[in-house]
């Protein structure tokens, strides 16, 4: 392993993350740069556990998704117990898919006939909060070593910080965003009822509640066709 080089490649892909667009953009950079930077990783991902289902986030091959599909069935797996993990171990590595392995023994036969040889997974966490697991797989047993789980661990550590960043600043635009289509139809309301703000976000706030609808999309309602249905 070029550590001097990995060093490089690390600082450059640390200001190419937060220079992306969306978090879908931040996402597929992290798992594209997986493949380049972590010797014997042949495809990677990330999984997010919502209560027990999982969502496979910027797949760079079809077995990250068949993979993750098969950890959320057995509710087994590296990647599948680093996503559900509050205390204790963040790294988990598989180094033989061809071995018999006690801590995941349904997982581990049904990956291999998807095509995994080894696997490691870490999670990605920041001091407030945990944001699920990178997934790296290799189709050879015996693929990832030692340097290639630091290498991995540093590139989760990295990503982390990019993923909360990235969905920090999303959240922050659907904020604005919803805040000036609500101030918009408040205004419609004001001018075609006679109503002050307090008594337009008043109507909202009471239609929302009544019709069980999220506030923005009464708003939205209103811009669309300048009064509620």
Not at 74 to 96: M, S, W, Y
Not at 120 to 129: I, P, Q, R, V
């Amino acid at each position: 392993m070029d550590w001097s080089r990995f060093a490089q490649q690390m600082a450059s892909l640390a200001r190419d993350l937060l220079s992306q667009e969306s978090v879908d953009a931040t996402l597929e950079r992290i798992t594209d740069s997986a493949t380049d930077l972590v010797e014997g990783c042949d495809a990677a991902g990330i999984l997010v556990l919502r209560g027990k289902k999982v969502q496979t986030l910027a797949p760079t091959h079809d077995l990250v998704v068949d993979s993750d599909r098969l950890q959320e069935r057995l509710h087994q797996g590296p990647c599948f117990e680093a996503a559900n993990t509050k205390d204790g171990e963040r790294v988990f590595r598989i180094r033989d898919f061809t071995r018999e392995q006690p801590r995941w023994p349904d997982f581990t036969p049904r990956a291999r006939r998807l095509g995994v040889g080894s696997m490691m997974g870490f999670l990605l966490y920041t001091e407030d909060e945990d944001l699920g697991a990178l997934n790296l797989y290799s189709h050879r047993p015996g693929a990832f070593t030692e340097a290639s789980e630091l290498a991995g661990w540093l590139l989760a550590s990295h990503a982390a910080v990019a993923f909360s960043s990235a969905r920090a600043h999303a959240q922050m635009e659907h904020a604005v965003a919803t805040r000036h289509m609500i101030g918009e139809a408040m205004g419609i309301l004001m001018g075609s009822h006679n109503l002050s703000e307090h008594e337009a976000f008043d109507v909202l706030r009471r239609y929302s509640q009544e019709n069980n609808v999220k506030l923005r999309e009464v708003a939205r309602q209103i811009c669309e066709r300048g009064a509620l249905s």
